[in-house]
């Protein structure tokens, strides 16, 4: 079974339209934490956002926030305001446990902002 | 100034060869990891490094071999290169407490691995 899984492939967003990135995810692990990479064209890995599995509050930076639903296992990305430089693919992640782990992948969504 | 840096940036060679691809981190952390990007841009860990010692190996084919001469380095050699070696392959650091899972990690610009 995945561990992560991003339901949309592609996302079409107009210029600063609001725009939200579904991630769901599969963990038995109390621990966990969830993150949000960007990569855009040029394709470097880009770290956006941070939610722990304990946190309270969700998660924000900047025009970034994560909307962690925990008891549905879900882990949206929502950008305000897009931007034309926000058209990249974002992929969610998730690392479990305390100890060394890794990061486990999602397939990504492709996000394209048009003015 | 960069913080993880892979050379090179890409990297063309033939089925058969042996090629290296080297990564640097300055960031001081103590944990490095490679990771592998598919042609359908699905990015799976390969190897993780933890002050030098290999922690985490993913069924990587043996043709595969990570070397960490100190921790801020961590490169991969590849013998014997096939055309599904292909891809995108990402060497990343992060600081590792082994207490909480919240420490994200730094992935270097990647490089573009194409066997002919």
């Known amino acids: 079974a995945q561990k992560i899984t991003q339901t949309q492939p592609g996302m079409f967003v107009q210029e600063k339209e609001a725009v939200t990135l579904d991630c769901t995810y599969d963990?038995?692990?109390?621990?966990?934490?969830l993150f949000w990479y960007k990569q855009p064209s040029s394709g470097e890995m880009i770290f956006l956002i941070y939610q722990g599995s304990y946190d309270q509050q969700n998660a924000t930076e900047g025009r970034y926030s994560l909307n962690f639903q925990k008891a549905r296992k879900s882990a949206n990305l929502v950008i305000s305001a897009s931007q034309l430089g926000d058209s990249a693919m974002y992929f969610c992640a998730m690392r479990e446990g305390r100890g060394y782990s890794t990061l486990t992948f999602g397939k990504g969504t492709m996000l394209l902002v048009s003015p | 100034d960069t913080a993880v840096s892979q050379t090179p940036k890409y990297l063309v060679t033939q089925m058969g060869n042996d090629k290296s691809i080297k990564c640097e981190q300055n960031l001081g952390h103590d944990t490095m990891y490679w990771y592998k990007q598919d042609s359908k841009k699905f990015l799976k860990i390969m190897f993780s490094?933890?002050?030098?010692?290999?922690?985490i190996n993913e069924t990587v084919p043996n043709r595969f071999s990570p070397k960490s001469p100190d921790k801020a380095h961590l490169n991969l050699h590849i013998n014997s290169l096939e055309l599904g070696d292909s891809a995108v392959y990402f060497c990343?650091?992060?600081?590792?407490?082994?207490?909480?899972?919240?420490?994200?990690?730094?992935f270097g610009p990647g490089t573009r691995l194409t066997v002919t």
């Open positions: 490094y933890n002050n030098k010692e290999l922690i």
């Open positions: 963990t038995s692990d109390p621990s966990y934490g």
């Open positions: 990343a650091s992060s600081q590792e407490l082994a207490i909480l899972p919240s420490y994200e990690q730094y």
